[in-house]
């Protein structure tokens, strides 16, 4: 069983910068591939980024590109989210999610195996 905790929402202006924290328990973090994926009120929920088990792959939505990056400390066993020149249509419920065993980093939340509770990011304009 793995964990998944969330950490560092909150509400920010437009053009402002958040960093989500996830923090994983157990002692094979470093076999997941770590994604993150946010769901906006009505909306579904779509696929933000990713990092592969050493932190060497990454994978971005077109939409953040250039402005979030996903990076892991496997000391510590937590994967990082860095929001940068935030927008309003950034605000959702971002959450975290473990890719057991897997090789490269998936958009499909269907292929993730656990999931945090989220945490709420709201960007006002």
């Known amino acids: 069983q793995v964990q998944l905790v969330e950490s560092g929402g909150g509400s920010v202006q437009a053009g402002g910068s958040l960093r989500l924290s996830c923090a994983a328990s157990?002692?094979?973090?470093?076999?997941?591939?770590m994604g993150w994926f946010r769901q906006a009120p009505g909306k579904e929920q779509e696929f933000v980024a990713a990092v592969t088990s050493s932190g060497g792959s990454t994978a971005y939505a077109d939409s953040v590109k250039g402005r979030f990056t996903v990076s892991r400390d496997n000391f510590k066993n937590t994967v990082y989210l860095q929001m940068n020149s935030l927008k309003p249509e950034d605000t959702a419920v971002y959450s975290c999610?473990?890719?057991?065993?897997?090789?490269?980093?998936?958009?499909?939340?269907?292929?993730?195996?656990?999931w945090g509770q989220g945490t709420q990011v709201t960007v006002s304009s």
């Open positions: 999610a473990a890719h057991i065993g897997a090789v490269v980093p998936s958009a499909s939340r269907y292929e993730y195996d656990y």
């Open positions: 157990g002692r094979t973090f470093t076999r997941y591939v």
